[in-house]
């Protein structure tokens, strides 16, 4: 175990990674803790898309900034990460959406997104297999350079080219506390001894809020049970990922063929229940196979629990702490944490290597929640 | 020696793949299953898990507790979205 490093990064789901190779690779000295295994968390249990159609402009924009560097992830970190651009098609069932759908758009295309509204001739097109009568469709939105790829593959080729580039990643090792001096962070106590260092990231997930409070600082977030499903292996239907606020179902079709998707447990409890359920098994075979019938006929294979981190606004928690200096949050992602990776990660690496700032990560900051005028995102699945 | 023996038949994986994935690194059953997808397919890892757990001790010298076991996943066997879909007798139409 290393004693001293630049940066301690705690959390080893793609944004810990993430950051710690573009840390790395800015040549600075980085050790990642995790307390199981890669991926072990929020990232391995996710639906796997990447959407850049939000209601905010900061999601919208950190979304669209990923999207551009998922486009050449692959060669980056000389690993195939199963990046497949087949659009997002978001379903809208009344003219209260459409409308909120149009304001979306045109925030959206003002940031530069290729989007459009789709009438309802259009969206046979892009997913055939859909009932539109059996979901009251009366419109949609339709980005093609939106996608999905694999969470476990793109966390591995984060971890590998962060070792690549001298950082050390330690996993089955657990936290127990920070030391700060002068409200400024020095060290990092674990399971297997302490390491000095003036910089933590909190990349936790679930758990940051756990980690904040070893310091002091009291975070808003709060633990959400999320439930995924997915069937067995079919010949390629559809490229897109159908999602609908409405019933707050998403799915989409994977490049080895199955059907993965996810909707909100009918009577949710916030905490850390880990049981996957029957009522989310029947909610969601009941409202999938209404959106495409056809899957009346195909096995589900299994069905997982993940949590989402989720924040009063819907968005994440980025930057350093404004109180203990040295500590930076990178936690809060409400159920988009791997879609805002990239991006995320260049944004905090620019922050601790160059003390560059943003705008982004300045309206981020957790201080956002002393005020009184939040800015919610209402663009939520699953 | 290539080892071309199928360790996982829903995933087409052999005993090489397993054993290249472990000298890359993939040295704990949960990140194997992640890499390789050993127990996604339709058996749910009955067939392989334990031929897994024999390899990474093999190549790794060391003992895999059975603590390490992957999740198990429910359901125990594939099941139909219609008949997960189907309502039960007296399940009101609208109540869904």
Sequence with gaps: ?382 | MKHHAIVCRCEDITEQDVIDAIHQGYTDLEELRRKLRIGMGPCQGRVCISLVKKILEKETGKKVSVESYPTSRPPVIPISLGALAKKTRGENETKS
């Design chain 1, 1 to 382: 175990m290393k004693r001293k490093a630049d940066v301690v990064i705690i959390g080893g789901g793609v944004n810990g990674v993430a950051t710690a190779y573009a840390l790395a690779k800015a040549g600075l000295d980085v050790v990642v803790l995790e307390k199981n295994y890669l991926s072990s968390g929020a990232t391995g249990k996710c639906g796997a898309g990447i959407r850049q159609q939000w209601s905010t402009a900061e999601n919208t924009e950190l979304a669209i900034r990923s999207v551009q560097m998922f486009e050449h992830l692959s060669s980056d970190l000389g690993m195939d990460i199963e990046f497949r651009q087949g659009g997002y098609l978001i379903i809208n069932h009344s003219e209260k959406e459409l409308r909120q759908s149009e304001e979306n758009v045109e925030m959206q295309k003002r940031l530069g997104l290729n989007v459009r509204l789709l009438d309802i001739s259009e969206i046979l097109s892009i997913v055939p297999v859909l009932d539109l009568k059996g979901i009251k469709a009366v419109g949609a939105t339709f980005c093609p350079t939106d996608g999905h790829a694999n969470p476990f593959l793109t966390t591995f080729a984060y971890a590998n080219a962060a070792r690549k580039h001298g950082a050390t990643i330690s996993t089955h090792t657990t936290v127990t506390g920070i030391k700060t001096k002068d409200q400024h962070v020095t060290s990092v106590k674990t399971s297997k001894g302490t390491i000095h260092t003036s910089w933590v990231v909190d990349a936790a997930g679930v758990y940051s809020k756990d980690i904040a409070k070893m310091v002091g600082i009291k975070t808003p977030n709060k633990p959400y049970r999320k439930e995924v499903l997915a069937t067995e292996r079919l010949q390629s239907m559809f490229e897109a990922m159908v999602i609908s606020f409405t019933d707050g179902i998403y799915f989409s079709q994977q490049q080895e063929g199955q059907i993965v998707g996810g909707i909100p447990i009918p009577h949710e409890q916030i905490g850390l229940y880990k049981t996957p359920t029957f009522s989310f098994l029947r909610h969601m075979s009941q409202t999938l196979t209404r959106y495409v019938p056809l899957l009346r006929h195909v096995n589900m294979l299994r069905h997982w629990t993940g949590f989402y981190d989720v924040t009063p606004d819907a968005r994440p928690i980025l930057g350093e702490d404004r109180t203990v200096k040295g500590f930076i949050h990178c936690h809060g992602f409400s159920g988009h944490g791997f879609m805002l990776s990239p991006m995320v990660s260049k944004l905090l690496t620019e922050y601790i290597a160059y003390e560059k700032t943003s705008p982004i990560l300045d309206r981020l900051n957790l201080d956002r929640f002393e005020g009184s005028n939040l800015t919610q995102e209402h663009s939520v699945v699953g």
